[in-house]
């Protein structure tokens, strides 16, 4: 591996190229403006392609087209434009071919703003376009794991088919760290893709296609990929718990936001307040048992968010309403370590004795339903 101070939108792109990203599509909005940038020239030392489509549905369907040919391909955009992509994304998730596509987030609804935001998760996790369909969802929180999971994300898309989309959001774009970068994929070893449109002479030809007008077939469709996102959610969620091995109130965040509520947390700690942190890693497929397991001694739960609530209902859904859950966001404006620790010790002040021991009591249930999770 090799050492570099990068931005994390560089990273990301560098990370990209070296796991065999040779085609990229893409138009310009901030603030991920360095992912298009750094691929226009890297791309062409490698012998890949950089096209700057003329919008974002022009780029999808590019992304769309040389996904079919078997070809490692991403895209990457902001808020607003990942929306105009919806409806290709729905028919490469259909056609169930590999791709990545990156959402750095900026601050909505509408145009909105280009400060970073995480309003865009339902978006991401529930589908976004039309259909019974999900991507799977990857949540880096340092440049490190936007270069890591940039990585992973085009291996992950040929294992199952399926595309990947990296949520990240401004912060982490244009934040400097030190990382290090992976080893070039040897793009030999790549498994074959007999499914891709390489040309047909030899062989029976193939059809990638997204339009089934027999309404029996259709279903038999949407199953096939509903059995893929099962397989997904037993094999691939990650998630990191921090001190909650005895903690009575868990802070639950991703990305950015967790990185605040980790010194919260750590702050929480040294004023004898049992604070801990869960972060997931994949926000689909969900990592409801480490969510679980990092809750079971909790009394109470918190989640941090640049949005208006959003991530706080997948919470409340995987914990089966059974700890209280608790929100605290701020919308177009990034939350200080002081704001959530301030939260931190109203909720540890706001229980009794009483209340406390009925809900330890709701917990030690909660364990033993779970328990080998």
Known sequence: ?????????????????????????GYPITPQNEIPEYLSWRLPEVGGVFIQAESELA?????YGAAGSGARVMTSSSSP????????ISYIACSELPCVIVNMMR???????????????????????????HLLVLAPGTVQEMADLAFKAFALADEYRNPVMILGDGILGQMMEGIELPEFQDLSELPPKPWAT???????????????????????????LQDKY?????????????????????????????????????????????AGLFRPITLYPFPKYELRRACQTASQVLTVEFSAGQFVEDVRYHLEFKVPVHFYGRVGVVPT???ILEEVVRLAGSQGRSQNSEVRSQNSEFRIQNEGF
């Open 1 to 25: 591996m090799s050492k570099a101070l990068m931005k994390g939108n560089e990273a990301l792109a560098e990370a990209a190229v070296r796991a065999g990203c040779r085609f990229f599509f």
């Open 81 to 88: 434009g990942i929306s105009l992509k919806q409806e290709g």
């Open 107 to 133: 601050g909505g609804p509408g145009l909105g703003g280009i400060q970073p935001s995480q309003g865009d998760y339902f978006q991401a996790v529930k589908g976004g376009g039309h259909g019974d369909y």
């Open 198 to 224: 390489t040309g047909a002479k030899g062989r029976e030809r193939n059809i990638i296609n997204s339009l089934y007008l027999e309404p029996e077939v259709l279903e038999q469709v949407n199953l096939r």
């Open 337 to 339: 370590t002081k704001e």
């Open 59 to 63: 780029a999808i369907n590019m992304v």
């Open 230 to 274: 099962r397989l997904m959610a037993e094999r691939e969620t990650m998630a990191e718990s921090y001190l909650t091995e005895d903690a009575e109130i868990v802070l639950a965040a991703y990305g950015t936001a967790a990185r605040i509520a980790k010194a919260a947390v750590d702050k929480a700690r040294a004023a004898g307040i049992r």
